[in-house]
């Protein structure tokens, strides 16, 4: 069973960086044909898409509202997919999970987040104004 666990989340003040991780068992990253991603998610809102990558070629996609300021990332050697995040703003806090999808067969990236088929548990991003 693919387990996907985050860590790295803490409080940081407006302006400031984090990185955040998230190390894979039972699936490697260098996994050809899989997106992992991170997403985020405050109460009340849908989770929403802040970047992926591609497992083939690193291949990334960063959202609108974070680019420029975050980067995605993997480490073959030690299976972890990370989020630097950088420029940190209080609409940045949320909870932060980290994804894969299963071998992925469309032709098109995923384009949302019920795509993704292995979660972790989360880590809470707070960014204090």
């Known amino acids: 069973q693919v387990q996907l666990v985050e860590s790295g989340g803490g409080s940081v003040q407006a302006g400031g960086s984090r990185r955040i991780s998230c190390v894979a068992s039972?699936?490697?990253?260098?996994?050809?044909?899989?997106?992992m991603g991170w997403f985020r998610q405050v109460p009340g809102k849908e989770r929403e898409a802040v970047a992926r990558?591609?497992?083939?070629?690193?291949?990334?996609y960063i959202a609108d509202p974070v680019k420029g300021r975050f980067t995605i990332s993997l480490d073959n050697d030690k299976n972890t997919l990370y989020l630097q995040m950088n420029n940190l703003k209080p609409e940045d806090t949320a909870m932060y999970y980290c994804?894969?999808?299963?071998?992925?067969?469309?032709?098109?990236?995923?384009?949302?987040?019920?795509?993704?088929?292995?979660w972790g548990q989360g880590t809470q991003v707070t960014v204090s104004s």
């Open positions: 990558i591609r497992t083939d070629d690193g291949s990334t």
């Open positions: 994804a894969t999808t299963a071998l992925w067969v469309g032709d098109l990236p995923p384009s949302s987040y019920y795509e993704y088929h292995y």
């Open positions: 039972s699936f490697s990253v260098t996994f050809p044909g899989y997106f």
